[in-house]
């Protein structure tokens, strides 16, 4: 996934989000002081429920895929700012410089140009492709960025339903030792039913507070970027329909919500008034 906004910070929600979790549940498993953590924790139940989830996503997808998951956990973690207004404002000076000098002036500005997607777009106008043609081809770029990051955010969606399944798998392997015990030694029921619970228990954590998270972050971090891109694909079109740039703004801040657009706005401000 492309960084368009340079900057960004860590991601507060995600770890607000797992510390409130892991903070009520331990609470919970205390029994607010009276119980003892140790009884929910079995070495044999991680190892069935880790073992059984990672082999299972390894095992969904090619290797070079999954070398790409250190960083999209790092994405996750540390979500890329999505500035608009700064596409927004960008598309807005060509705009001026096509109204006034022509389309064809934009070429000496395309080494400036830093955005690749932008840059594709204004290299089609300045070629002089047909309007439809630029259109066609830059929502194929952005469908297949599209598809692209469907397929890495489906590695943790894998996961998501993966480890409740060997949860439920710990469970079986659980009751099915203490069953085969129930004529034998009788001390080993105890240990047999706790692989059998603590394994579900694992299971449903892992899902629900680590690759469930991550993969709605990922799936946030995209529909941003193909807003971002829908954004661009207007400004460039509508360059190449020579409208007023004061058109073309307003059209393109109709994309973005008025208080995404207020909060850059005065950051972008505060950023202005840092640097003076």
């Known amino acids: 996934m492309d960084n368009k906004g340079g900057g960004g910070g860590i991601n507060i929600s995600l770890f607000a989000g797992i510390g409130i979790a892991v903070a009520l549940i331990v609470y919970g498993m205390l029994g607010g002081g009276t119980g003892d953590i140790m009884n929910f924790v079995d070495r044999d139940s991680v190892m069935i429920v880790l073992g059984g989830t990672v082999g299972a996503v390894v095992a969904s997808y090619p290797m070079d895929d999954l070398k790409k998951i250190p960083t999209l956990?790092?994405?996750a973690i540390k979500m890329p700012e999505m500035n608009y207004m700064t596409q927004i404002k960008e598309i807005i000076e060509m705009a001026n410089i096509a109204r006034k000098n022509g389309?064809?002036?934009l070429e000496d500005r395309m080494n400036e140009i830093k955005d690749p997607f932008i840059k594709n777009?204004?290299?089609l106008i300045v070629d002089g492709s047909d309007p439809e043609l630029v259109k066609s081809m830059l929502n194929t770029q952005s469908y297949f960025t599209d598809e692209r990051h469907a397929k890495?955010?489906?590695?943790?969606?894998?996961g998501s339903t993966a480890a409740p399944a060997f949860g439920m798998v710990g469970t079986l392997?659980?009751?099915?030792?203490m069953l085969k015990n129930l004529s034998g030694d009788m001390s080993s029921i105890g240990p047999a039913m706790s692989v059998a619970l603590i394994t579900t228990l694992y299971g449903v954590l892992l899902a629900n507070l680590i690759f469930n998270p991550i993969a709605k972050q990922l799936g946030a971090l995209n529909s941003n970027e193909l807003l971002c891109k829908d954004i661009?694909?207007?400004g460039i079109l509508s360059i190449q329909d020579g409208e007023n740039p004061?058109?073309?703004?307003?059209?393109?801040k109709a994309f973005v919500a008025q208080?995404?657009?207020d909060a850059q706005t005065a950051a972008e401000g505060e950023t202005a008034t840092e640097g003076a």
């Open 73 to 75: 956990i790092q994405l």
């Open 103 to 105: 389309v064809l002036a």
């Open 121 to 123: 777009g204004i290299a």
């Open 152 to 158: 890495y955010i489906s590695i943790f969606e894998t």
């Open 173 to 177: 392997i659980g009751l099915i030792n």
């Open 232 to 234: 661009i694909i207007e």
């Open 246 to 252: 004061r058109v073309i703004e307003d059209k393109l």
């Open 259 to 261: 208080a995404d657009m």
